[in-house]
């Protein structure tokens, strides 16, 4: 405010709620729920009183209420580089972009490409890129937070954060109730799905192992030949879905509510995943 010292009544009034903070050093603090700032310059004594010769900056914060509140930010990805903040949270594993300043936190959900890389020559740079965003993880992040602590072993296992630089912090389960069991059977119907079936949910990556389950029932049709298996989840070319058997039906992705339907009436769910951060 023009001034070149801290300990001395300075010329314009620095007023927080209408409290007067009659020196320089006594203000520098942050505020993070600020409802306006007023910058009035020349004198304003009438209103102000002594040291506002110059002017006075009156900061007025929001009212408190009983409710919960947050405030966020939204920018371009671009963007982040030039963005200042106390703290930049990574939701998925990897920094895409470094932040300038403030705290980097990751969420890792697991290391699979680590732990079970793509073992076709074809994937090599898929592996290579994933192998380097893990790493660049250690490297640059503040804190990770681990969804199990099973994750958190293979972080320190594969990549060697130390345990004091993560936080395990369990996956929470999805709120709402269920939908009406009364639309199961035309939400049944509508996905093609008919008769008694297993179900497994995921996508087709190589480490759900679908291949396995496609063996194994094989030999669950032998004596019972009524059951089919459904498959819930994205799936890609060259995936199980081009070769499906006259049993097996795929119903790619799925609304939440059809889930919640598939999971209910499915004689039995079948998970033969090899790996899972969870």
Request: aromatic letters at 6%.
């Given at each position: 405010f023009g001034l070149t010292n801290d300990g001395i009544e300075q010329g314009v009034g620095i007023y927080v709620d209408d409290v007067y903070y009659s020196r320089v050093a006594s203000a520098t603090f942050d505020f993070l729920d600020v409802a306006q700032i007023e910058v009035l310059r020349g004198p304003q004594g009438t209103l102000y009183g002594k040291n506002t010769t110059a002017g006075a900056i009156n900061i007025t914060t929001n009212q408190p209420t009983f409710d919960f509140e947050g405030r966020a930010e939204v920018k371009l990805l671009r963007e982040l580089p030039t963005t200042?903040?106390?703290v930049f949270w990574y939701p998925w594993n990897a920094i895409i972009t470094k932040a300038r300043v403030g705290a980097m936190v990751v969420t890792l959900q697991d290391v699979a490409p680590l732990a079970m890389p793509d073992p076709r020559w074809s994937r090599w740079f898929k592996n290579a890129r994933a192998k380097w965003r893990y790493r660049e993880v250690a490297r640059l992040a503040t804190h990770v937070i681990a969804i199990s602590e099973f994750s958190a072993r293979e972080a320190h296992r594969h990549l060697g954060i130390p345990y004091d630089r993560m936080t395990v912090v369990l996956d929470g389960g999805d709120f709402g109730a269920p939908p009406d069991a009364a639309g199961d059977?035309?939400?049944?119907?509508?996905?093609g799905v008919r008769g008694k079936y297993?179900?497994?949910?995921?996508?087709a990556d190589r480490r759900k192992n679908?291949?396995?389950?496609?063996?194994?029932?094989?030999?669950v049709r032998e004596t019972h030949p009524e059951l089919s298996l459904v498959l819930a989840g994205p799936r890609r070319r060259g995936s199980a879905q081009d070769a499906l058997q006259s049993?097996?039906?795929a119903v790619g992705f799925v609304s939440d509510d059809d889930l919640w339907r598939l999971y209910r009436n499915a004689e039995l769910f079948v998970f033969p995943s090899r790996y899972e951060g969870f």
């Open positions: 200042t903040a106390d059977a035309a939400a049944l119907e509508r996905l297993l179900l497994t949910v995921g996508a679908f291949p396995m389950l496609q063996r194994a029932m094989r030999t049993w097996e039906q």
